[in-house]
T-cell receptor, first 114, second 113 residues
Framework: SQELEQSPQSLIVQEGKNLTINCTSS?????LYWYKQKYGEGLIFLMM?????EEKSHEKITAKLDEKKQQSSLHITASQPSHAGIYLC??????????????FGEGTQLTVNP | DTAVSQTPKYLVTQMGNDKSIKCEQN?????MYWYKQDSKKFLKIMFS???????INETVPNRFSPKSPDKAHLNLHINSLELGDSAVYFC????????????FGPGTRLTVT
């Protein structure tokens, strides 16, 4: 099983609609990061959440981390075709033997129809 | 003035061949990574190097061998390629103390026939 579970795996919405993507871990996260990937390209860093209950916004994208630091949601308001892509959550799961690393969720493919 | 560059961008080869993918970053970062993204878009770390030293080596077949001649370069050599190796391989770099601040290369799409 994956250490980070993302849902849904894919999402098709009409332009102007709101949507939410979730990222869940069974372990407490030291940091939770959201990335966006356009087809065939590398990841672009969107936001970082580190404190329980933290919420950050950038333009029409808002990300929250729950109090227990085990679940995060990414919310897009009034979606646009430019929001289309793959959204991945990444988490800092520090390990004693091998140091901090980023573990990624399986990604959510977002399509926004005009 | 590309931050993280990878070559080649596309690689088509036959089973059993040996191939290399090169990665270079000009950001002055200490840490570099190799990721594999499979057909289901799942991105998984393979290796991580800090100042030319291997610090993360996930469960990856021995046929994959990273080499870091200096901290700006991290190359990936693959021996005896198999069909299952077909994927997109991404190189990335970050400051050692800010692993979330990873800058990704454009990816190398490897197709093994």
């Amino acid at each position: 099983s994956q250490e980070l579970e993302q849902s849904p795996q894919s999402l098709i919405v009409q332009e102007g609609k709101n949507l939410t993507i979730n990222c869940t871990s069974s372990k407490t996260l030291y940091g939770l990061y959201w990335y966006k990937q356009k087809y065939g390209e590398g990841l672009i860093f969107l936001m970082m959440l580190q404190k329980g209950g933290e919420e950050k916004s950038h333009e029409k994208i808002t990300a929250k981390l729950d109090e227990k630091k085990q679940q995060s949601s990414l919310h897009i308001t009034a979606s646009q075709p430019s929001h289309a892509g793959i959204y991945l959550c990444g988490a800092d799961m520090a390990r004693e033997t091998s140091g901090s690393r980023l573990t990624f969720g399986e990604g959510t493919q977002l399509t926004v129809n005009p | 003035d590309t931050a993280v560059s990878q070559t080649p961008k596309y690689l088509v080869t036959q089973m059993g061949n040996d191939k290399s993918i090169k990665c270079e970053q000009n950001l002055g970062h200490d840490t570099m990574y190799w990721y594999k993204q499979d057909s289901k878009k799942f991105l998984k770390i393979m290796f991580s190097y800090n100042n030319k030293e291997l610090i993360i080596n996930e469960t990856v077949p021995n046929r994959f061998s990273p080499k870091s001649p200096d901290k700006a370069h991290l190359n990936l050599h693959i021996n005896s390629l198999e069909l299952g190796d077909s994927a997109v391989y991404f190189c990335a770099s970050s400051p050692w103390d800010r692993i979330y601040e990873q800058y990704f290369g454009p990816g190398t799409r490897l197709t093994v026939t």
